[in-house]
Every structure is written in C-alpha cells, then in structure tokens.
C-alpha cells in the first residue's frame, strides 16, 4: 500500500503561527516566475495589497518542475481587481475569480483570500458532516485561505517583498519527505467535496509521492462517494490524468485504493482474482507506454487514449484476440460493441463519433495481429479511411504486449495523420443561389410595358 509513516493528519483547531521560509533556505527563483505573474504581483503591491503565488504553481517550483499555471491570492476584492487591471475580466460562480490577459494569450488568474467557510475542518456539528461543501463568496484571511486548500504541499505561498515561502500547513516538509497528505480530517474534507480523492491519486503519481495513511485508509473508506460530483467535473478531473505523462502510475494507485472500479464499474468482475492478474499486467503495460508517448511530447487523440483504456476489457468480454471476424461476421461483432460502448461510456458523455471510432479499433486488432505475424498486409486494407487510426492503435498494444518499441519519428508521424484526420473541418456558410435581378420584377422606366416588356 502506498502509504507512509507520519503523525496523521494536520490539525487545524488552532491556528498556528506560519513558517517563513527565506529565499537562503528554498530553491524558488523569481526567473523561474512567468513575467506576468510578477507584474500582477508587483502591481497589487505597489497598489498597498496583499499579494501572493500560491498552490500547485509554488509547489511545482518548490520541487524543480515548470508550473503549468500560476495563480495568486489576494486581498484586493474583486471590484478593486478590476479596477486595477482593465485588461481583466470576472468568471466564477460558486467564487469569483479574476482573469488578467496578457499579449500571447496568456492569462494569470487572480482570487481574493476565502474564508473557512467548511468548518470546522475537524468536525463541527453533526448536520455539517453530511454536506457537500455549499458555494459561497464569502472573503477571509491568508490564514483561512491556506487551510481551506486540499492537500498541504498546495497550502505554501510565495511572497515577492523578501522572496520567502509563507508554510502555514508544514506543506514544505511535506514536500521535503514526500507525503501526500490532507489539511484537516480526511474523512471531513473528503465528505465535502469527493474530488479531492483524485486530486491526492494524482499527485502521489506525478510526483512519485507517498500517500500519509489516514489519508489513504479515509479514501478506501469513502470511494463510492466520487458518484456524487457532477459526471462533467469527474471526466475533466479523469481526462487530466489520462492524459498525463503519469498515466500508468496513476492508474496502479487507482486500481489499489479502488477509485478506479467507482470510475469504470465493468473492470470490476475482470480483475478480481484468479482471472485478474494477467488483464491487469496488460492494462498497466498499455498505460506505460501512453505515458512513454505523452513524456516524448506525443500527445494522443481522446478517443485513442479511451481505445487503449478500455481494450483489457474487450479482451476480456468479447474473447477479442481470437476473434477472425470477416463479413457480416465482422460488422455483427462491431454492431455488438458498440452497444456495449454506449451502456458502459453512456455516464463520460463521450462522443459518438469516438465511440464509433473505438469500436472499430478493437475490431480490426485481430486482423491486424494475423496480418503482422504472417507478415503479409492486403493493399485493399491500407486504402480504407479507418487504416491510419487502427495501426497506431495496433502500433501500441504491440510494444505493449510484444516489447516492440516503435521509432519515434514513425510513431510520430502516425499521431500527426490520425490527428490531423479527427481534427473537427470548419464549417463553411452556405451559399444560396441568387436568383433573378437584383431589381424588382417589373419596371416603370418605359410606359405602357408590363416587367420591363414593350407592347
């Protein structure tokens, strides 16, 4: 179990004094800081605010990595942002969040400190234990803002006067020792929003951390609770990791805690022992080497990525590797996967035309096993529209399976036509035929004619 020693969770009954942390004593640079980031943080200051760097993009400078985002907190409220930076605008309905643009597209996000709102994080009443957490825009304090966070390595803020982190929640030891672990009670912060289960799957993955015990044990104990977030925030959650260079990891810690049977109930039945062992050594293999893809700058098309995740289990279901499907045969057993696609992917709301396209990948493997074992590929088939995505599929369930890595420049190529392939055309306006002049249909130019004829 991936889990490791320490003292529980953090408690947050009193309010400590927070650890600052001076620029001698941590490896966060400002060169490191995206420009625009210092310019709002700079800017709020010189305006007499409060302002700071905080959550993932100080955690992810904290440990040598490039922050794909990076957020600042503030005490300037929301009119006053506005007002400070015209090139913004307000987004948010549960907290109001300021965006402020810059050349390039880019875009730094700017909130106001948020109360505690979800007390007490360690218990409180009876009644409060039983709710998800309620939407509110109620402001508080840096303090209220570090403890309502997650996890504690997203708790730190960096401050730009004396460049030092301010560590209200030991995030940085945490950090320093590698340990995934919850602010407040587990099994509280869980209950208030159930998401965060991901979130702390996630970034055990990512950063090859380990996951503190009661936050472990409080995330076996409350899985089931991940169906009631909305479908639409648990695929985006979902979709993060899928497409992650940390896909295989995830999916291991997934598959362990048993987030991942919540998420894909049907794996359930084929990876409950004796039967389990093999599909799940293939399932993790095929996740290796999408990460393998995603870690080399190949990133791969939705319905690609759902293809190789759901393929154990079309093995599984529809005995597929020894299927040699030709004719009606082959459109009866596509017909039947594809419903099967339909009840099981109905909750992802994913698309029928990558429904479609997945069916059709795990109907033609087999073919394209037979073929690349006998060494012997019909010209009729590469001229089919399906080829492409089909072999870049086969291409990777064979390195997979059979250790056969595939060049890179080939591999590439191959993601770059099927990707090019799926990209959605432009619409074009629809032009109408003018019909007739544009005049009317009869003239008063000469007397006596009717629609412009002599008599």
């Not at 799926?422 to 007397?447: I, L, W």
Request: hydrophobic content about 35%.
């Amino acid at each position: 179990m991936p889990t490791s020693p320490g003292t529980g969770s953090k408690p947050v009954d009193n309010i400590p004094t927070p650890r600052i942390i001076p620029r001698s004593n941590h490896p966060i640079s400002r060169k490191n800081i995206d420009r625009e980031a210092l310019k709002v943080l700079y800017r709020l200051r010189d305006a007499g605010y409060i302002a700071y760097l905080v959550g993932g993009g100080v955690r992810d400078l904290y440990l040598g990595k490039t922050p794909k985002d990076f957020d600042i907190s503030t005490n300037a409220k929301p009119g006053q942002l506005r007002k400070i930076f015209r090139n913004s605008r307000l987004i948010g309905r549960r907290f109001r969040l300021v965006q402020v643009f810059f050349h390039g597209s880019k875009i730094v996000e700017v909130s106001t400190f948020r109360c505690r709102s979800e007390y007490d994080l360690n218990g409180g009443s009876s009644s409060a234990k039983e709710k998800v957490l309620a939407a509110n825009n109620t402001f508080g304090s840096p303090t209220d803002d570090a403890f309502r966070r997650d996890l504690t390595i997203n708790g730190l803020f960096y401050e730009i006067e004396n460049s030092s982190i301010i560590d209200y929640t030991d995030g940085v030891n945490d950090l320093e020792q590698g340990i995934i672990r919850f602010i407040g009670e587990p099994d509280i912060r869980i209950q208030r929003d159930p998401a965060r289960m991901m979130r702390v799957i996630r970034h055990a993955a990512r950063n090859n951390f380990t996951i503190e015990p009661d936050t472990w044990q409080a995330i076996i104990d409350h899985k089931e609770k991940l169906i009631l977030c909305p479908i639409s925030r648990i695929r985006d959650e979902l979709m993060k990791d899928l497409r992650s260079t940390a896909c295989r990891d995830w999916a291991e810690l997934a598959m362990d805690s048993g987030i991942f049977y919540v998420l894909f109930p049907f794996y359930k039945d084929i990876h409950t022992p004796p039967e389990s062992i093999q599909n799940r050594k293939l399932f993790l293999a095929i996740q290796a080497v999408v990460a393998r893809l995603h870690s080399r700058g190949m990133n791969l098309p939705d319905q690609l990525i759902f293809s190789l995740l759901l393929v154990p289990w079309a093995i599984a279901e529809f005995d597929l590797l020894n299927k040699n499907c030709k004719g009606p045969e082959f459109h009866r057993l596509l017909k039947k996967i594809r419903i099967r696609l339909d009840k099981i992917l109905g909750p992802m709301s994913i698309k029928r035309a990558h429904k479609e396209s997945i069916a059709l990948q795990m109907v033609t493997l087999p073919q394209f096993l037979r073929y690349a074992k006998e060494n012997s590929w019909p010209k009729w088939l590469k001229k089919k529209s399906y080829y492409r995505e089909c072999d870049l599929f086969f291409r990777i369930f064979l390195e997979a399976t059979a250790g056969k890595k595939i060049p890179e420049h080939v591999m590439a190529e191959s993601i770059s036509q099927f990707a090019s392939k799926v990209k959605r055309k432009p619409t074009r306006k629809r032009k109408f035929k003018k019909r007739g002049g544009s005049g009317p249909a009869f003239t008063g130019k000469k007397r006596g004619s009717i629609f412009g004829l002599k008599k």
